[in-house]
């Protein structure tokens, strides 16, 4: 062995590398050793702590990953595995339970069968004791579950046994009850588990339903019992213990309260009379002290802050120190809507139908009037904010009326005057029997009375005293705009009543100091102001075509209204949107005048023109105001309206927008507004083929030549101007115009002249390009002239193609490819030098 290592070492040493290298390998390998070394030691080290731990319970604890290893796939966590196991046995033996009970009858009878499965059932509730003392939680909890199931298989075994002639739901009643006492009393007594506590809180919502049904009580007597079952639950919200118990009843809380508060509402409501509605306000009261108490007894959460002021009460801010809970301020407007339904469904019956909703309007400001700032502060939002919600269902109850109202006179729009009716319910709705509710205005007004309140009363630091300085206003408005409808005034008063609530929002919109104290010129309540006398402002003139002369003075009227406002509107908004009002109104006015002198629709174009021209001359007075854009845009859509009624007869059509032309073209005039001169020219153009057509003109010259001669002027002032502007861009859409369509038109003309003209035009176009080298012009004028030629040529070269032998023409063809092939390199030469001048010329 030794001989056999010093050969080796000897043939080692003969091949051994040199001196520096072989140091650094041993370096290299002393390394490695030395971090094996190290590793060795930490694994060692581990081992030791592992096995002084006493509490270890493997033998075999895992070795920590290799730093190379790859890492283990994550399957089921032992503890979910475990779950999985333990909740799939528990289901499968209350299967097992189920078909015993059921199913397998087996010779024991049910006697027999009930006493086994009594026994079993007791070994199921006992075994989680054991098992919890032993630390077993999860198979406590699975054995548990399955006693539970089983204690439902005992109570339908007992029905089946001891009490077969018992009612059914009662015994359903009895059994829930007794279940839900059993479930808590063993959850409560095995505290550790989960399950049965919050199964007893399920089970207890089923007793007082089932012995109403029972007992075949009315639906008193079930919301009675729906609001025990709730007043339960409330009660285990509040005092419950265990796991989940308390969130669980809460939940369950909330549906049966809301089940009782609209039980008893629908009740109240439908009561016929005083004697009746005092029943279900009794139970509304029991809801309502239920909700009291439970919002007094629930604790404020930690952290939480006051907000600002109370809308429509006297309540100050209060402590940022002040919490409450959102339960209870929940409970509280539970609360509060039990009340106003109670208090107003008893006092429902005592006033006519129709005002029925102004009764629970009128509580509902009564209990706003009530809040004091002493109250706890969930009762102070809860009581406002259930008021307010009455209040808003009164205030939509109330507003169909209003947009029959509004929307009614569209019908005249298809019948102008046709004549007025008396009244103005027929003006409105003549084919349906509309229920106008007199108390509609009296409800808008209340609400609108209790938004105003609700401003003043509150400091200027919240943000919706403006939107409720604008619901005051728009609900008024709307109150007042039901009145005439209500009363069924006559069409005239009428007309004048809504021309007066067309000009007193528009007031306020100018000037909203007028309502108060901390409005904005051109804030949101302006703009209301402005929304409300719009609608009315269409509405009304919609409503003054039934005749002639209340159209007239409606129409005159408003362009007068919103003409002032145009002009002495504070602020950007009002301004700009009523001078488009006011053109519209001017528009209706002239197309009314026409009417009135029986124009036909094209001369009514006429007299209409002249209200884009009456305001393009108002925009340059008033330029640089806000209202001057808005003028020039409704001037033009005036105008359009002016080209369609035109649209019938094609020389006043021809006239109209010549006459459009000029007023674009006078808007031009000005430096800010040069842009509007396309539109002018366009105008002028399609005005002068109108004419044309009209006149019967077929010649394309006739149309193209009044394009090309202006277009061909601005080219050669702009290259004046601007003498490196492209050829293209100055002349090449004006000879465009005439020069394309002329040519396809001498391609289908027989005659000699139009050729002639048109060789003799595109030879000038052609020399002048070469001479002034002009890009456009030559290759525009070239390609005309060439198209020309070859028309002109065309019947002779078919005559010669046609005397020619059937060989000549290929051959003629090959002889040109052989001489261009053989000149290739002078021709491209050729080609490149006449790019390159074609490149220089603009």
Request: hydrophobic share 60%.
């Amino acid at each position: 062995m030794s001989r056999g290592v010093a050969a080796t070492t000897l043939v080692g040493m003969e091949n051994a590398p040199p001196p520096a290298e072989e140091l650094v390998i041993l370096d290299r390998e002393l390394g490695h050793l030395e971090a094996r070394r190290a590793q060795l030691l930490a694994r060692r080290a581990w081992l030791l702590g592992v096995m002084r731990q006493a509490a270890v319970a493997a033998p075999y604890p895992p070795s920590p990953p290799h730093p190379f290893a790859p890492p283990a796939p994550k399957d089921a966590s032992p503890r979910g595995a475990q779950n999985v196991l333990l909740t799939l046995g528990g289901v499968l033996l209350t299967i097992a339970a189920v078909a015993f009970t059921l199913v397998s009858w087996g010779h024991l009878g049910i006697g027999g069968r009930s006493a086994v499965l009594a026994a079993v059932t007791a070994l199921a509730l006992a075994a989680p004791a054991v098992l919890l003392r032993r630390g077993l939680v999860s198979t406590a909890e699975s054995v548990a579950a399955l006693g539970l199931a089983l204690t439902v298989l005992d109570v339908y075994a007992l029905h089946r046994v001891a009490a077969p002639d018992t009612d059914a739901l009662a015994y359903a009643a009895g059994g829930s009850a007794a279940l839900a006492v059993l479930w808590a009393a063993y959850g409560l007594g095995l505290g550790r588990l989960r399950l049965p506590l919050p199964a007893a809180v399920i089970t207890a919502q089923f007793p007082f339903l089932l012995w109403a049904l029972a007992a075949d009580a009315g639906p008193l007597t079930l919301t009675w019992a729906l609001l025990a079952t709730a007043a339960l639950d409330v009660a285990v919200a509040l005092w419950g213990s265990g796991r989940g118990v308390r969130p669980l009843a809460c939940a369950l809380a909330w549906p049966a309260g809301a089940g009782t508060l609209l039980s008893a509402g629908a009740l109240s409501v439908a009561a016929g009379g005083f004697g009746e509605a005092v029943r279900p306000g009794v139970l509304l009261l029991a809801v309502a002290a239920l909700a009291v108490f439970a919002a007094w007894r629930t604790p404020a959460p930690r952290g939480g802050v006051a907000p600002d002021t109370v809308p429509g009460t006297h309540a100050p801010a209060p402590d940022t120190a002040a919490t409450w809970s959102p339960h209870a301020v929940a409970a509280s407007a539970v609360a509060a809507l039990a009340v106003l339904a109670a208090v107003g469904g008893v006092l429902r019956p005592l006033v006519p139908g129709a005002w029925a909703v102004l009764v629970y309007v009128l509580c509902a400001v009564a209990m706003l009037a009530a809040v004091r700032p002493g109250l706890p502060r969930p009762m102070v939002l809860g009581a406002a904010g259930s008021s307010g919600a009455v209040l808003a269902l009164g205030a939509l109850w109330a507003l169909p009326p209003v947009a029959v109202a509004v929307l009614g006179p569209v019908r005249w729009a298809e019948h102008v005057w046709s004549g007025a009716p008396a009244g103005i319910r027929e003006a409105l709705s003549p084919q349906t029997s509309w229920p106008w509710p007199s108390a509609a205005p009296v409800v808008l007004l209340t609400v609108a009375a209790v938004l105003a309140a609700a401003r003043r009363r509150t400091s200027p630091g919240p943000a919706w005293r403006d939107p409720a300085a604008c619901g005051a206003l728009a609900l008024t408005w709307a109150a007042a705009y039901s009145v005439p409808a209500a009363l069924d005034l006559g069409h005239p008063v009428a007309l004048a009543l809504y021309v007066l609530l067309a000009a007193a929002p528009l007031a306020l919109a100018v000037r909203p100091t007028a309502a108060g104290a901390g409005l904005a010129t051109g804030g949101p309540f302006a703009l209301t102001a402005f929304g409300c006398a719009l609608a009315a402002a269409v509405s009304v003139s919609l409503l003054s075509l039934a005749a002639q002369l209340p159209t007239f003075a409606v129409l005159g009227v408003l362009l007068g209204l919103f003409a002032t406002a145009a002009a002495l509107g504070g602020g950007p908004v009002v301004p700009a949107a009523s001078a488009p009002a006011a053109v519209a109104l001017a528009t209706g006015l002239s197309g009314a005048g026409a009417a009135s002198l029986e124009l036909p629709a094209h001369r009514a174009a006429l007299l209409v023109l002249a209200v884009p021209a009456l305001a393009a001359v108002l925009a340059a007075r008033v330029r640089g105001h806000v209202t001057a854009l808005p003028l020039e845009v409704s001037g033009a859509a005036a105008a359009l309206v002016a080209i369609a009624l035109a649209t019938g007869d094609a020389p006043t059509l021809a006239l109209v927008l010549a006459l459009c032309g000029v007023i674009a073209a006078g808007t031009a005039v000005r430096a800010d507004r040069r842009p509007v001169g396309y539109a002018a020219a366009v105008l002028l153009v399609l005005a002068t083929w109108v004419r044309l057509g009209a006149s019967d003109v077929a010649t394309p010259e006739a149309y193209t030549l009044p394009v090309t001669v202006p277009a061909l002027v601005i080219g050669v002032l702009r290259r004046r101007r601007d003498p490196r502007a492209s050829s293209w861009t100055a002349y090449g859409p004006g000879l465009a115009a005439t020069l394309l369509p002329s040519v396809l038109a001498a391609w289908g003309d027989g005659h000699w002249l139009r050729p002639l003209l048109l060789g003799a035009a595109a030879l000038a176009v052609t020399l002048t390009g070469a001479r002034h080298r002009l890009q456009a012009l030559l290759v525009l004028g070239s390609t005309a002239l060439a198209l020309v030629a070859l028309h002109e040529l065309a019947p002779y070269v078919v005559q010669v193609v046609g005397a020619l032998p059937r060989w000549l023409p290929p051959a003629l063809a090959g002889l040109l490819l052989l001489a261009v092939g053989a000149t290739y390199e002078q021709r491209l030469r050729d080609a490149r030098r006449l790019r390159d001048t074609l490149g220089r010329m603009r």
